[in-house]
């Protein structure tokens, strides 16, 4: 058994459905504290994050990730227990070993055969890791972030571990995220009895032409690494229940999702413009759920991709799609960041599962970076 193998297996074993971490932290610290990395537990919230580095000198290397993991579903639907790993047909079975503990452990090999080679490397190695991933992620990767930033430590390149690939492995390299814009709209009318219209104002009627606006507005053209942004309802509501009554207001809940090419400010500005021209009268709330991080080919994604090509044979592809990850809290401490991991398929469905050899090749794909990045 690989150390990548064994290390993935003890992790999954790990009750750890967030934020719990089922003690992945604890075991890794003290596989890495001999390794020469100081550890530093930041709990915050009843998260446990892990901040761990080796060496004081620039450049610094990160891996991030996450211990926690989405709850099972119904775990009679399972092939075996989730939480105990389980090998068939070259693959490991158990809730979190794509996502992303599987990654994890590549790290942990990687990292240690690296040292073991390297003991004297230039430059820092870092990990990043928190129980606060699948959950709200308020306490987690964010508060490292604000507690290194607030002691001026940077990062020089950082590598999330979330499961990137799409068809094989070594396809894909998320290199950025888009960003993520809610907006929470009431629309005011005049309540009244629905035989008699002239004494009403329905919101519904006054908002749709506003709707149809924002529905066909081109808010940019997206740029070489992302599509364009794009504006979406989620929910809603207006009505008392009853059949004969104009309703007083209408609630929309609506989503952007953007790129770099448009800011928070901008799209608020365009949205409270449409809105104005209207004429409505209307109460507007705003919650950025994420911003949008990119790294350009650089030496991060050229290191990365020059590994996995060695490894695999795979020509990679970058890419900018999917929901958000926490490296958009890393991006404002780092310069570059990027996201690769194993195949996604397979992610927060019944019997999870990661291919035995993906886990391997990881690790030397990683390993391989830090050589490239750190000139070994």
């Known amino acids: 058994m690989s150390a990548a193998l064994e290390y993935a297996r003890e992790l999954v074993s790990r009750r750890s459905i967030t934020p719990e971490d089922g003690g992945c932290q604890d075991w890794l610290a003290g596989r890495l504290e001999p390794l020469g990395f100081r550890i530093e537990k930041v709990v915050t919230g009843g998260v446990s994050n892990l ?94 972030v604000e507690r290194l930033a607030e002691r001026k430590e940077t990062l020089d ?60 507005t081109v808010w940019d053209q997206g740029n070489e690494y992302f599509p364009a942004t794009t504006w979406q309802i989620s929910n809603i509501h207006g009505g008392t229940g009853a059949t004969n009554v104009v309703p007083g207001t209408v609630d929309i809940v609506f989503n952007f999702r953007f790129s770099t090419a448009s800011t928070v400010e901008g799209l608020q500005e365009k949205v409270h413009a449409i809105l104005d021209r209207h004429g409505l009268d209307y109460g507007l709330e705003w919650e950025v759920g994420a911003k949008p991080f990119l790294t350009p080919r650089g030496k991060l994604v050229d290191a990365l991709a020059a590994a996995i090509l060695e490894t695999t044979g795979v020509a990679t592809e970058l890419s900018t799609t999917g929901g958000t990850s926490d490296g958009r809290f890393i991006a404002d401490i780092c310069t570059e960041v990027v996201e690769f991991g194993p195949i996604n398929k397979t992610i927060h469905r019944i019997d999870e599962s990661v291919g035995v050899a993906e886990i391997e090749q990881l690790a030397d794909i990683y390993r391989r970076t830090l050589e490239k990045l750190l000139h070994v």
Request: aromatic share 8%; net charge negative.
């Open 157 to 216: 390149y950082c590598i999330v571990g979330e499961p990137t690939c799409s068809a094989v492995f070594g396809d894909t390299i998320k290199n950025g995220r888009r960003g993520s814009l809610h907006g929470r709209l009431t629309v005011n009318g005049q309540q009244g009895h629905i035989a008699y219209p002239h004494l009403c104002r329905n919101p519904i009627h006054l908002a749709a032409p506003a709707i149809a606006e924002l529905a066909a």
């Open 51 to 144: 901040w761990a580095r080796r060496g004081t000198t620039a450049p610094l290397v990160c891996f991030a990730g996450h211990t926690d993991v989405v709850p099972t579903g119904p775990v009679e639907r399972w092939t075996d227990d989730p939480f105990r790993p389980t090998e068939r047909d070259g693959r490991l079975y158990g809730r979190g070993a794509a996502d992303m503990k599987g990654s994890v452990a590549a790290f942990l090999a990687a990292v240690e055969d690296f040292v073991t080679a390297h003991p004297d490397h230039s430059g820092s190695l870092a990990w990043l890791i928190t129980s606060d991933e699948e959950g709200p992620a308020v306490d987690g990767t964010v508060r490292v």
